[in-house]
């Protein structure tokens, strides 16, 4: 029947993009256990900076040699909107991304911009509770945007209209009019930060693809 049919078309686009499926799932995931009661201290081993609550206060500690915290914030999210627009956006992107890096680098690509971004979101907030993968989507986008200027043969820049719209949303969150709408407090330092790192990896992976194919 045609339901099959539907289903043989789109299987295999979910197969082409595992890294970036297995990321959306994880932070699926995470988010229902804490929709679904978990201990808030569960939170603090994902968090940047590990964490007690002393008199329904959060109470900071040293990250120590626990290196996942520089990467696992990306799996919390605090909200319907917050977690279903980052999953979206991931794999509007990360699949872009992954089709011409394959799955291993894009691992790689995936880890480095969550590193990045959660370092400057933290050395520019200071201790608090960040999350989201909203940092490595911005990556993702700066990657997708630059790395075909480099390489015409990767063709994974979104339409202009979605890269206007993500630039403006940052913007916005930059110039505090999401947090005044009453939309939350949005992590811009990771939003930049990821979008740089991205960029620049574009750039990099951009210029490495050609050459190596200038140089067959």
């Known amino acids: 029947g045609p339901g099959r049919a539907v289903e043989r078309a789109s299987a295999p686009r979910w197969r082409e ?57 990306i799996f919390l999210h ?38 990045v971004s959660n370092v400057c979101q933290y050395l520019y907030g200071g201790q608090g509770l960040f999350g989201g993968l909203s940092g490595v989507v911005y990556g993702l986008l700066g990657f997708a945007w630059v790395a075909p200027l480099l390489q015409p043969r990767w063709r994974i820049q979104p339409m202009p209209a979605i890269m206007l719209f993500m630039v403006a949303w940052l913007l916005l969150g930059v110039f505090g009019a999401i947090e005044a709408v009453g939309l939350g407090a949005i992590a811009n330092a990771a939003h930049i930060g990821g979008l740089i790192s991205g960029a620049l990896l574009g750039g990099a992976f951009g210029l490495l693809s050609r050459l190596q194919a200038e140089g067959h």
């Open 17 to 73: 993009a595992p890294v970036t499926v297995a990321f959306a799932l994880v932070s699926i995931a995470v988010f229902m256990l804490f929709q679904f009661g978990a201990s808030p201290l569960l939170m603090s081993y994902l968090s940047f900076l590990p964490f007690e609550i002393v008199d329904n206060q959060l109470v900071f500690q040293n990250m120590g040699a626990q290196y996942w915290r520089l990467v696992t914030p």
């Open 78 to 115: 605090f909200g319907w909107l917050h977690i279903a627009f980052n999953c979206l956006w991931l794999w509007e992107l990360g699949r872009r991304c992954e089709q011409v890096l394959g799955s291993a680098n894009s691992l790689g690509l995936i880890l480095v911009i969550a590193a």
